[in-house]
T-cell receptor, first 112, second 116 residues
Protein backbone atom coordinates (compact mmCIF):
# COMPACT_ATOMS: atom_id res chain seq x y z
CA UNK A 1 0.00 0.00 0.00
CA UNK A 2 1.38 3.38 -1.02
CA UNK A 3 1.11 5.85 1.86
CA UNK A 4 1.80 9.10 -0.01
CA UNK A 5 1.56 8.98 -3.79
CA UNK A 6 2.22 11.59 -6.44
CA UNK A 7 1.37 11.80 -10.13
CA UNK A 8 3.00 12.14 -12.49
CA UNK A 9 6.43 10.84 -11.54
CA UNK A 10 8.09 12.68 -14.44
CA UNK A 11 6.91 15.82 -16.21
CA UNK A 12 8.68 17.39 -19.17
CA UNK A 13 7.12 20.52 -20.60
CA UNK A 14 7.82 23.76 -22.43
CA UNK A 15 8.25 27.19 -20.91
CA UNK A 16 5.00 29.08 -20.60
CA UNK A 17 2.82 25.99 -20.18
CA UNK A 18 0.51 25.31 -17.24
CA UNK A 19 0.80 21.99 -15.40
CA UNK A 20 -0.55 20.25 -12.31
CA UNK A 21 0.93 17.73 -9.91
CA UNK A 22 -1.35 15.61 -7.77
CA UNK A 23 -0.76 14.18 -4.31
CA UNK A 24 -2.82 11.72 -2.33
CA UNK A 25 -2.27 10.18 1.11
CA UNK A 26 -4.09 7.19 2.55
CA UNK A 27 -2.75 7.58 6.08
CA UNK A 28 -5.69 9.54 7.43
CA UNK A 29 -3.43 12.51 8.14
CA UNK A 30 -4.74 16.04 8.68
CA UNK A 31 -1.77 18.01 7.36
CA UNK A 32 -0.14 17.98 3.92
CA UNK A 33 2.88 19.81 2.50
CA UNK A 34 4.67 20.65 -0.73
CA UNK A 35 8.48 20.90 -0.80
CA UNK A 36 10.78 21.83 -3.67
CA UNK A 37 14.18 20.16 -4.13
CA UNK A 38 16.55 22.03 -6.42
CA UNK A 39 19.38 20.69 -8.56
CA UNK A 40 21.76 20.82 -5.58
CA UNK A 41 19.30 18.70 -3.58
CA UNK A 42 18.37 21.57 -1.28
CA UNK A 43 14.83 21.13 0.11
CA UNK A 44 12.53 24.00 0.98
CA UNK A 45 8.92 24.14 2.14
CA UNK A 46 6.47 25.76 -0.25
CA UNK A 47 3.01 25.23 1.19
CA UNK A 48 1.18 23.43 3.95
CA UNK A 49 -2.51 22.67 4.43
CA UNK A 50 -4.21 21.54 7.60
CA UNK A 51 -7.73 20.16 7.21
CA UNK A 52 -7.97 21.83 3.79
CA UNK A 53 -6.90 25.21 5.21
CA UNK A 54 -3.71 26.91 3.97
CA UNK A 55 -1.33 27.45 6.88
CA UNK A 56 2.08 27.94 5.24
CA UNK A 57 2.81 29.94 2.12
CA UNK A 58 6.55 30.50 1.89
CA UNK A 59 7.27 33.41 -0.48
CA UNK A 60 6.41 31.30 -3.47
CA UNK A 61 5.54 33.11 -6.75
CA UNK A 62 1.80 33.36 -7.23
CA UNK A 63 2.16 31.27 -10.39
CA UNK A 64 2.09 28.37 -7.93
CA UNK A 65 -1.36 27.62 -6.54
CA UNK A 66 -2.05 24.71 -4.21
CA UNK A 67 -5.53 23.26 -3.93
CA UNK A 68 -6.83 20.83 -1.34
CA UNK A 69 -10.21 19.37 -2.35
CA UNK A 70 -10.25 17.19 0.77
CA UNK A 71 -7.93 16.14 3.60
CA UNK A 72 -6.44 13.29 1.58
CA UNK A 73 -5.44 15.33 -1.47
CA UNK A 74 -3.19 18.32 -2.09
CA UNK A 75 -2.58 19.34 -5.68
CA UNK A 76 -0.09 21.87 -7.03
CA UNK A 77 -0.91 23.90 -10.13
CA UNK A 78 1.82 25.90 -11.83
CA UNK A 79 1.05 28.60 -14.39
CA UNK A 80 3.42 30.00 -17.01
CA UNK A 81 6.23 27.59 -16.26
CA UNK A 82 9.76 28.99 -16.22
CA UNK A 83 13.14 27.30 -16.60
CA UNK A 84 13.84 27.89 -12.91
CA UNK A 85 10.83 25.80 -11.94
CA UNK A 86 12.74 22.67 -12.98
CA UNK A 87 13.13 20.68 -9.77
CA UNK A 88 11.81 17.70 -7.87
CA UNK A 89 8.58 18.46 -6.01
CA UNK A 90 7.79 16.38 -2.94
CA UNK A 91 4.46 16.02 -1.23
CA UNK A 92 4.40 15.03 2.45
CA UNK A 93 1.80 14.47 5.15
CA UNK A 94 1.63 14.28 8.94
CA UNK A 95 -1.03 13.26 11.45
CA UNK A 96 -1.13 16.79 12.79
CA UNK A 97 1.01 19.88 12.48
CA UNK A 98 4.43 19.43 14.15
CA UNK A 99 4.38 15.63 13.90
CA UNK A 100 6.56 13.35 11.80
CA UNK A 101 6.15 13.95 8.08
CA UNK A 102 5.95 11.15 5.51
CA UNK A 103 7.09 11.91 1.99
CA UNK A 104 5.91 10.85 -1.43
CA UNK A 105 8.28 9.61 -4.16
CA UNK A 106 8.59 13.02 -5.82
CA UNK A 107 7.67 14.50 -9.20
CA UNK A 108 10.61 15.38 -11.42
CA UNK A 109 9.69 18.47 -13.42
CA UNK A 110 11.84 19.58 -16.34
CA UNK A 111 10.99 22.82 -18.11
CA UNK A 112 12.55 23.23 -21.56
CA UNK B 1 15.78 32.48 11.46
CA UNK B 2 16.14 28.80 12.12
CA UNK B 3 18.74 26.91 10.09
CA UNK B 4 20.54 23.58 9.76
CA UNK B 5 24.11 23.05 8.60
CA UNK B 6 25.53 19.69 7.53
CA UNK B 7 29.03 18.64 6.63
CA UNK B 8 29.94 18.87 2.97
CA UNK B 9 29.88 15.71 0.93
CA UNK B 10 30.37 13.40 -0.68
CA UNK B 11 31.55 11.10 2.06
CA UNK B 12 33.18 7.99 0.65
CA UNK B 13 33.77 4.99 2.92
CA UNK B 14 34.66 1.36 2.59
CA UNK B 15 32.16 -1.25 3.74
CA UNK B 16 32.21 -1.83 7.52
CA UNK B 17 33.79 1.58 8.20
CA UNK B 18 32.49 3.91 10.94
CA UNK B 19 30.27 6.75 9.78
CA UNK B 20 29.78 10.21 11.22
CA UNK B 21 27.83 12.94 9.46
CA UNK B 22 27.90 16.22 11.35
CA UNK B 23 24.81 18.37 11.78
CA UNK B 24 24.44 21.59 13.74
CA UNK B 25 21.41 23.79 14.05
CA UNK B 26 20.28 27.28 14.98
CA UNK B 27 16.84 27.72 16.46
CA UNK B 28 15.11 30.31 18.59
CA UNK B 29 13.10 27.73 20.50
CA UNK B 30 13.33 24.03 21.35
CA UNK B 31 13.09 22.15 18.08
CA UNK B 32 12.56 18.51 17.26
CA UNK B 33 15.41 17.10 15.18
CA UNK B 34 15.29 14.55 12.38
CA UNK B 35 17.44 12.58 10.01
CA UNK B 36 15.89 11.68 6.67
CA UNK B 37 17.48 9.46 4.01
CA UNK B 38 16.95 9.67 0.25
CA UNK B 39 17.97 6.65 -1.81
CA UNK B 40 18.69 7.25 -5.52
CA UNK B 41 15.55 8.13 -7.43
CA UNK B 42 13.31 7.89 -4.39
CA UNK B 43 11.58 10.15 -1.91
CA UNK B 44 12.67 10.90 1.64
CA UNK B 45 12.30 8.37 4.40
CA UNK B 46 12.45 9.20 8.09
CA UNK B 47 15.52 7.52 9.55
CA UNK B 48 15.31 8.69 13.16
CA UNK B 49 14.25 11.59 15.33
CA UNK B 50 14.66 13.17 18.76
CA UNK B 51 12.27 15.60 20.34
CA UNK B 52 14.17 16.95 23.35
CA UNK B 53 17.67 17.49 24.66
CA UNK B 54 19.70 14.35 25.43
CA UNK B 55 17.25 12.11 23.57
CA UNK B 56 18.89 9.52 21.34
CA UNK B 57 17.18 8.50 18.13
CA UNK B 58 18.11 5.16 16.60
CA UNK B 59 17.08 2.98 13.67
CA UNK B 60 18.73 0.37 11.41
CA UNK B 61 22.05 0.73 13.26
CA UNK B 62 22.09 4.53 12.91
CA UNK B 63 22.11 6.76 15.99
CA UNK B 64 22.01 10.46 16.75
CA UNK B 65 21.89 12.28 20.09
CA UNK B 66 20.24 15.66 20.58
CA UNK B 67 22.93 17.87 22.16
CA UNK B 68 21.49 21.20 23.23
CA UNK B 69 24.78 22.50 24.63
CA UNK B 70 26.53 22.12 21.27
CA UNK B 71 23.34 22.53 19.15
CA UNK B 72 24.24 19.35 17.31
CA UNK B 73 22.61 16.14 16.10
CA UNK B 74 25.39 14.12 14.50
CA UNK B 75 24.51 10.89 12.70
CA UNK B 76 26.63 7.79 13.41
CA UNK B 77 26.75 4.18 12.35
CA UNK B 78 29.30 1.65 13.51
CA UNK B 79 29.59 -0.38 10.32
CA UNK B 80 28.23 0.89 7.01
CA UNK B 81 27.06 -1.28 4.14
CA UNK B 82 26.93 -0.65 0.40
CA UNK B 83 23.14 -0.44 0.74
CA UNK B 84 23.56 2.63 2.99
CA UNK B 85 24.71 4.69 -0.01
CA UNK B 86 22.24 7.57 -0.19
CA UNK B 87 21.79 11.26 0.59
CA UNK B 88 21.23 12.05 4.28
CA UNK B 89 19.34 15.14 5.40
CA UNK B 90 19.31 16.65 8.85
CA UNK B 91 16.21 18.69 9.61
CA UNK B 92 14.49 20.55 12.40
CA UNK B 93 10.94 21.47 13.24
CA UNK B 94 10.65 24.28 15.71
CA UNK B 95 7.44 23.50 17.52
CA UNK B 96 8.06 25.65 20.56
CA UNK B 97 5.75 28.51 19.77
CA UNK B 98 1.98 28.32 19.79
CA UNK B 99 1.78 29.66 16.28
CA UNK B 100 4.35 27.26 14.87
CA UNK B 101 3.25 25.52 11.75
CA UNK B 102 5.44 22.42 11.90
CA UNK B 103 7.43 23.07 8.75
CA UNK B 104 10.69 21.19 8.35
CA UNK B 105 13.88 23.15 7.77
CA UNK B 106 16.51 21.02 6.07
CA UNK B 107 20.27 21.02 5.86
CA UNK B 108 21.85 20.84 2.44
CA UNK B 109 22.17 17.05 2.47
CA UNK B 110 25.28 14.85 2.61
CA UNK B 111 25.90 12.20 -0.01
CA UNK B 112 27.32 8.94 1.33
CA UNK B 113 29.03 6.48 -1.00
CA UNK B 114 29.99 3.11 0.43
CA UNK B 115 32.36 0.96 -1.63
CA UNK B 116 32.65 -2.82 -1.31
Amino acid sequence: DTAVSQTPKYLVTQMGNDKSIKCEQNLGHDTMYWYKQDSKKFLKIMFSYNNKELIINETVPNRFSPKSPDKAHLNLHINSLELGDSAVYFCASSQRQRETQYFGPGTRLLVL
Amino acid sequence: GDSVTQMEGPVTLSEEAFLTINCTYTATGYPSLFWYVQYPGEGLQLLLKATKADDKGSNKGFEATYRKETTSFHLEKGSVQVSDSAVYFCALSDDTWAGNTGKLIFGQGTTLQVKP
